[in-house]
């Protein structure tokens, strides 16, 4: 599940606080790297089993309405469409999931509040309605269903945020990112999806952990000679004057864009560009992508990276 933009992300959020505390123990770093990326993996399951928590909050709802009928002698029909739908019976029965849940059995449990208020929001929603109404209902439109639940009412949730928020400072900058994937995991199964079938692991494959590892500690022991660029292309300022998150981002930058040669240098630059809009200035990403231009094409031409002109981006005027 973790790619290269949340590892980006995470080197950046771990750069700045080791600078802004001014530590200086890179196995520390590393340390504190590793547990935040696997932090999350930890929402991505806590998002797959938030779904089935708001299915058991219905399947109650479910029982005491049914039991109201009966108790008062109603000639009502309490349907049982939503809980009996087959996409999240599937994923209710998923080992992974269910091994994940008895690990982390309270977290839920203790927002169960806030799950019953989703649940009934939901209700309220036409696209549930209309799902409840139609005469019946295909594999697909019940794994469709469940896809518009998670869009509409999780991908942006203040309240949900708030939970996450508490339990992790950095989670509500990462959630957009899960989002995909746990998208992307209702999209993986199929009516013939079994209690076995896996989730999405935490890495797709070594090399991106190795990527993590290598760019963070480039990234940190490299830092003289990094900064050694950033300062001869920081026109009219004193680098010192250049704002830390800005530094920070260039710096990482640089250190991925001379250590990974398989990367193209325009990827690497739209890359923190992109960071630079999100945790920086308005003005950080022109400034950025400048400086990153310029410190390419001169290292290209002083033979000291291996790269094709072509693979840059145009250059534009620095604008800080």
Known sequence: ?????????????????????GVDNVDE??????????????????????LVEINRMAVRYYQMRQSRVQRLGLYEEVSSRFIDNRFILQ?????????????QNRFWADQEEFVRSLYLQIEETEFYKEYMN??????????ALWRQIYRQMICNNDDLDAIFEEQNIYWNDDKAIVDTFVLKSINRFTPESTATMPLLPEYKNDSDREFAVRLLRRTLSNAEYLHSLIAGNTRRWDVNRVALMDRVILQIALAEITSFPGIPVSVSINEYVELAKTYSTPKSSKYVNATLDNITHQLIEQKKLVKSPEALPKQEDDEQ
Request: hydrophobic share 35%.
């Open 1 to 21: 599940m973790v790619n290269r933009e949340l590892i980006r992300q995470k080197i950046l959020q771990i750069v700045y606080s080791y600078y802004q505390h």
């Open 91 to 103: 994923l209710e029965s998923n080992r992974q999931l269910m091994e994940f849940r008895e690990e």
């Open 134 to 143: 139609a005469k019946s209902t295909t594999y697909d439109e019940d794994r």
């Open 29 to 50: 770093a590393e340390r504190r790297l590793l547990e935040s990326l696997s932090k999350s993996y930890d929402m991505y399951n806590l998002l797959l089993l938030l």
